[in-house]
């Protein structure tokens, strides 16, 4: 399957974006997708993860009540609604898909990868 992630861009603190991870090739809905972000300087971090039919998700600390992700398998796209953003959200956004069981949060889990696209929350 091949990713491509979109919607990124510049943004106030307080502020609200969504970013879009769309796919092709392989069924999308026989994978479980997530969201990882890298700050500068920084190691990639688990953000989300929704399951095959976007029934149960699994979100980190630092965004959980903030973040919403969510997918649309007849689009082929997984969503990571974002409010109320923070400086320290800056970070390039990546989606992956993984075929293993369950919510995963470890990068070694997920077998496919998306470019990343940037979110910059600044005044």
């Known amino acids: 399957v091949q990713l491509q992630a979109s919607g990124g861009g510049l943004v106030h603190p307080g502020d609200s974006l969504r970013v879009s991870c769309t796919a092709s090739g392989r069924s999308f809905s026989s994978y479980n997708m997530g969201w990882f972000r890298q700050a500068p300087g920084k190691e990639r971090e688990f953000v989300a993860a929704?399951?095959?039919?976007?029934?149960?998700?699994y979100y980190a600390d630092s965004v959980k009540g903030r973040f919403t992700i969510s997918r649309d398998n007849a689009e082929n796209t997984v969503y990571l609604q974002m409010n109320s953003l923070k400086p320290e959200d800056t970070a390039v956004y990546y989606c992956a898909a993984t075929t293993r069981v369950g919510l995963r949060r470890l990068e070694n889990e997920y077998d496919y990868w998306g470019q990343g696209t940037l979110v910059t929350v600044s005044s």
């Open positions: 929704v399951n095959w039919g976007g029934s149960r998700t």
